[in-house]
């Protein structure tokens, strides 16, 4: 199973744009990349998924260089209510596994 | 449509109690994960199962868990003779593992507290 690391936590401002880069060295060819975010006291929810270059969807992007030993989840003007911790997961669409790390806590202040 | 539902949503029990957690999963969905989470930690993986089968119980302690996922019915995690270091929010998630990546839809949780 590839191995993320992320940072720990980020702080942003309303309106801003926030970029959370995932490292994953050792995803193998058949892995996604999936995001998720959680409140407190709430399950995780998926946010965005991709395998190569940008995917785009209402809520978010996500940026996949040629190498996909990184990605770059980008929340675009993001508001208080963005404050939550955001995961990014590695795992491929056959039997795996997906192992959440500790995260990135993002506080939006106003 | 109705998502991952757990009950109940908190559930106290003395030491030496059972604990019974139970998920359905969305309505197509045949993958069942249980995930334990402390407080101010990530998620830790449990157990993955099928219909009347577990797949994947490597991070179940040896002792006191067990899981399953009838034919008919929700899963059930179940504690036997709780302490109080179960203490935790326990989150079941469902896929349906179609093709591509696998994307999890997790419900509101259990939190359970061992008095």
């Known amino acids: 199973l590839a191995k993320t690391t992320q940072p720990i936590s980020m702080d942003s401002y309303e309106g801003q744009e926030v970029n959370i880069t995932c490292s994953h060295n050792n995803i193998a060819t058949n892995d996604y990349i999936t995001w998720y975010q959680q409140f407190p006291s709430q399950g995780p929810r998926f946010i965005i998924q991709?395998?190569?270059t940008k995917v785009t969807n209402e809520v978010a992007s996500l940026f996949i260089p040629a190498d996909r030993k990184s990605s770059t989840l980008s929340l675009p003007r993001v508001s208080l209510s963005d404050t939550a911790v955001y995961y990014c997961l590695v795992g491929d669409g056959g039997y795996s596994t997906l192992t959440f790390g500790k995260g990135t806590m993002l506080l939006v202040s106003p | 449509n109705a998502g991952v539902m757990q009950n109940p949503r908190h559930l106290v029990r003395r030491r030496g109690q059972e604990a019974r957690l139970r998920c359905s999963p969305m309505k197509g969905h045949s993958h069942v994960y249980w995930y334990r989470q402390l407080p101010e930690e990530g998620l830790k993986f449990m157990v993955y199962l099928q219909k009347e089968n577990i797949i994947d119980e490597s991070g179940m302690p040896k002792e006191r868990f067990s899981a399953e996922f009838p034919k008919e019915g929700p899963s059930i995690l179940r504690i036997q003779q709780v302490v109080r270091g179960d203490s935790a929010a326990y989150f079941c998630a469902s896929s349906a593992r179609g093709t591509g990546g696998e994307k999890l839809f997790f419900g509101s949780g259990t939190q359970l507290s061992v008095l």
């Open positions: 991709g395998y190569k």
